[in-house]
């Protein structure tokens, strides 16, 4: 049966960058914030460019469909 030093010999030797990996979070984590916010951004401005240039280019109101009251 083999034992866990001669599956991973090195193992003992390996030692963690912490630097880099605080710095490659950090980055990662406002990239992250910064396209959550530019998406919520889009979203809620291409909402009101499209209602105010719907309703101005084809001259009639969009109906609004009606939901029906939840079963009890």
Do not use: W
């Not at 916010?37 to 109101?61: D, E, H, Q, R």
Request: aromatic letters at 8%; proline letters at 8%.
């Amino acid at each position: 049966m083999a034992t866990s030093e001669s599956v991973f010999p090195d193992q003992s030797d390996f030692d963690y960058d912490y630097e880099t990996l605080r710095t490659t979070g950090v980055i990662l984590a406002v990239i992250m914030f910064v396209s959550g916010i530019l998406i919520a951004l889009s979203k809620k401005f291409t909402k009101c460019v499209k209602s105010s240039s719907n309703s101005s280019s084809s001259g009639t109101p969009i109906p609004k469909t009606e939901v029906p009251p939840p079963a009890v």
